[in-house]
């Protein structure tokens, strides 16, 4: 069976970091495209950071750029998503995601990801 099972989330102060895990497990994702996205009740899944498929190329949403950091370690079958200086706005359930097959134009649409993950809750208070 596939999983991805994220953990990580919390509550933070504004300006804190955390750093979300997400553990896969049923296959092998080394070659996969992975990515993190996050959603607030009420709006659409959004975009937040991606590798795409096994190379080191990574992608951000401008909104994160500079502050969030993708990264994955294959031997333990793990992406991460380091998150430093925290706003307010950057609250939300954090998604991660994978898909063997997607192109580099659609890394950012959800609706391209085959597997996911179930949510870890992210908040930022002021």
């Known amino acids: 069976q596939v999983r991805l099972v994220e953990s990580g989330g919390g509550l933070v102060q504004v300006g804190g970091s955390l750093r979300l895990s997400c553990a896969t497990s049923?296959?092998?994702?080394?070659?996969?495209?992975m990515a993190w996205f996050r959603q607030v009740p009420g709006k659409e899944r959004e975009f937040v950071a991606a590798k795409f498929r096994g190379s080191s190329s990574t992608h951000y949403a401008d909104s994160v750029k500079g502050r969030f950091t993708i990264s994955r370690d294959n031997a333990k079958n793990t992406m991460y998503l380091q998150m430093d200086s925290l706003k307010p706005e950057d609250t939300a359930v954090y998604y991660c995601?994978?898909?063997?097959?997607?192109?580099?134009?659609?890394?950012?649409?959800?609706?391209?990801?085959?597997?996911w993950g179930q949510g870890t809750q992210v908040t930022v208070s002021s």
């Open positions: 995601a994978a898909d063997s097959s997607l192109s580099l134009s659609s890394l950012r649409n959800p609706q391209q990801y085959d597997y």
């Open positions: 049923g296959r092998t994702f080394t070659r996969d495209t």
